[in-house]
């Protein structure tokens, strides 16, 4: 029996055991089945024991007592998560291996009574980032496929960010702006394989993603807010974002052949605006505060994500609108 078939015996309504619904029978290819059947309990998986670590390293140095410099560095053996760790029989992978980040920061501060600033350089490198691939498993049929664990990719991310605050009036009006631009690729070459099933030669799929940009992540931002306090306690604010450079996610099993390293689509950039009010205030002894959004205040129609999971023509490329506008309240007792 199916794991599928075993979660519908287990999650359907009907019936009651020890405060929780199951089904009280179940007939599957001509076999009755109820809760105590073998087939239904508990499932366990292999042990399996990867050992993960973090060091981390950095200096500062400040130049004046308004400007400093600093350094970070830092290496990550991550375990994957469980999915690429076991395969569906809950048996332990024996050729999974940590995935290795390795980043480094250069950066600068400033800060006076007005006006403060921050400026950053970062390089990461991301080796054996896994993801997964739909490969057809049948030849003579395009339509099964199997998802596959795939390991060993390699991902670079490099970029610079900025960002500022400026007090034009003290404690009354300020001007905050922010900056970002990365240039995040995949660092994948030919010799790069989609590989499962009981033979793996058999099913190996070689393809490369040399160059190709990450997908679903804007890898330009630029954003200006301004906050104003009337009185004390009340503030409005208001923030524009644009967003930009951003790709359709990465599909290892579309980079063969002749569209190895093809580069993805590119989504329409499109900027948001948000207006936020807040007020605090007290009510007796006990202090509240006030809060409310709008959110995409201008109603803009926008792609948030996309992918090339069908293919690369735009009438294949699957896309994410994302939300509307939008109201957010909230009250907050403040102890």
């Known amino acids: 029996m199916s794991d ?19 089904y009280k029978q179940f007939e599957y290819n ?12 508990d499932s366990y998986s292999e042990t399996g024991w990867l050992f993960g670590y973090t060091a981390k390293t950095g200096a500062n140095y400040n130049i004046s007592e308004r400007l400093n410099v600093f350094f ?30 390795i980043a480094a920061e ?7 009574p007005k006006f403060a600033l921050n400026l950053n350089a970062y390089y990461t490198r991301w080796n054996n980032r896994p993801t997964t691939a739909s490969v057809r498993t049948d030849p003579t049929d395009p339509d ?3 998802t596959r664990n795939i390991a060993g990719l390699k991902a670079i991310y490099r970029g610079v960010e900025l960002d500022f605050a400026y007090h034009i009036i003290k404690n009354r009006l300020t001007w905050e702006g922010t900056f970002s631009l990365g ?33 679903n992540a804007a890898q330009f931002q630029l954003g200006s807010t301004l906050r104003y306090e009337p009185i004390k306690g009340l503030f409005l604010k208001g923030r524009w ?46 202090r509240f505060i006030l809060n409310a959004g709008l959110l995409n205040a201008l109603n ?30 909230s009250l907050e007792w403040v102890f």
């Open 241 to 286: 974002m644009y967003f930009g450079k951003n790709y359709s996610d990465f599909q290892p099993e579309r980079l063969t052949g002749i569209n190895e390293d093809r580069e993805a689509w590119q989504l329409p950039d499109y900027s948001i605006v948000d207006l936020f009010a807040g007020y605090k205030f007290k009510l007796d002894k006990m």
């Open 72 to 101: 970070n560095t830092g290496y990550l053996s991550r375990v994957p998560p469980l999915r690429f760790f076991f395969n569906e029989d809950n048996a332990a992978f024996s050729n999974v291996k940590n995935e290795e980040v």
């Open 300 to 329: 803009t129609t926008y792609i948030s994500d996309a992918s090339t999971r069908i293919g690369f023509n735009l009438d294949q490329i699957e896309v994410f609108f994302g939300q509307g506008r939008r109201w957010t309240a």
């Open 183 to 215: 240039d995040w690729v995949w660092d994948t070459d030919a010799n790069s394989v989609i590989v499962g099933g009981d033979n793996d030669d058999q099913l190996a799929t070689p393809f490369s993603a040399k160059g190709v940009h990450v997908g």
């Open 106 to 112: 250069l950066g600068s501060g400033y800060k006076s």
């Open 30 to 41: 001509g076999v009755l089945y109820d809760i105590n059947s073998p087939e239904v309990r």
């Open 144 to 146: 099964i496929r199997e």
């Open 4 to 22: 599928t078939v075993i979660a519908q015996v287990i999650g359907a309504k009907n019936g009651v055991l020890d405060g929780k619904s199951y």
